[in-house]
């Protein structure tokens, strides 16, 4: 009998990683890997920096979900080739099944590709899938106290979104705390706090985003 532990498939998982990144690199085509737990706004985040980057990068999205392709239509409506990843009931997906999403994209001439994960702030933490960062959102509307209870994946991740942040007056949420902690948690993580409602904090999130494209498009030369 052969048993596989975690450790293992993740090692796994790795090496699928590695060939991935190396593949994106060797194009110069820049990968997000956005995380957040259910109903943070990653699809509607998505929803506006498709249409805001429209014209000016060439970019897809790979969706991954439990069973739907919602979101994938909602995407596919900004007129970017969407490829849909069904996890069948799984809570994150995994480098080689982005691997064969991949393989359903022409990459040629592609600059930005956004993997929208599994909404699940725990396992899509552990799971490198070949991206050049791990995007965390954080909706004012689930409460500022989720960094120090899912480290992982803001240790993980190179950008956390404070997201619906046009909920502010309504909620208790305690933005000094939540930057507090997340400085503790990694220092070198950056926060946006933004609002697809009012636009507040979007421009800083596309900069922040060219930034990346035009540093991974020069290093591919
Ligand atoms: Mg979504
Ligand atoms: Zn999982």
């Not at 990459?107 to 956004?114: K, R, V």
């Amino acid at each position: 009998m052969k048993i596989l532990v975690a450790e293992d498939i993740l090692k796994v998982n790795k090496d699928y990683a590695g060939e991935i990144r190396a593949e994106l690199k060797k194009r110069g085509i820049t990968m997000l890997n956005l995380i957040s737990s259910p109903g943070a706004g990653k699809t509607a985040l998505l929803e506006k920096t498709l249409a805001a980057m429209e014209g000016k990068y060439r970019m897809a999205v790979i969706e991954a979900d439990l069973y739907t392709a919602l979101d994938a239509g909602r995407l596919e409506r900004q007129g970017v080739e969407v490829v849909q990843i069904n996890t069948r009931g799984a809570c994150h997906t995994d480098a080689s099944l982005v691997g064969q999403a991949l393989k359903e994209i022409s990459l040629d001439g592609l600059e930005l590709i956004f993997l929208e994960n599994v909404g699940n702030l725990v396992c899509p933490a552990e799971f490198d899938l070949g991206e050049d960062h791990k995007v965390v959102l954080l909706s004012v509307a689930e409460g500022s106290d989720k960094p120090p209870k899912y480290p992982l994946a803001f240790t993980e991740a190179s950008l956390a979104l404070i997201t619906k942040a046009d909920l502010l007056p309504y909620c208790p949420f305690d933005v000094k705390a939540l930057e507090g902690d997340l400085r503790r948690i990694n220092p070198d993580l950056e926060i946006i706090q933004l609002s697809c409602v009012t636009e507040e904090g979007i421009e800083r999130w596309l900069d922040w985003l060219s930034t990346r494209v035009a540093r991974k498009l020069s290093a591919a030369g």
